[in-house]
């Protein structure tokens, strides 16, 4: 038997919970914390209005020059130092200074 979730635990692992990523034997243990919590209880359910809101949501289009506006705020946020950032397809360096 395992050990019962704690809150703290069970907030942690909500996000995964609730796009069913969590394993089936974290699954049972979060689902029998929510059987008897229910602060954590009302916490997933407000979350799940929330996301089912969201969906609800048209999505827009953005603007053709977000892009190249986030990218000049970053290059000037780190004052053309060059740094690769997990996650970003470019390099914001100067042009010809790339590490």
Do not use: K, N
Request: contains cysteine; negative net charge; glycine residues 6%.
């Amino acid at each position: 038997m395992h050990q019962p979730l704690c809150c703290e635990r069970v907030e942690v692992l909500m996000g995964d919970y609730l796009e069913g990523e969590v394993p089936r034997h974290l699954l049972l243990r979060i689902e029998s914390h929510l059987a008897v919590c229910p602060e954590c209880w009302s916490e997933v359910q407000a979350l799940r209005h929330t996301i089912t809101t969201m969906g609800d949501i048209p999505r827009e289009p953005a603007p053709p020059h977000l892009r190249s506006t986030i990218l000049a705020a970053a290059r000037r946020a780190i004052r053309g130092s060059p740094v690769l950032h997990p996650g970003f397809d470019v390099c914001l360096a100067p042009p010809g200074e790339l590490p």
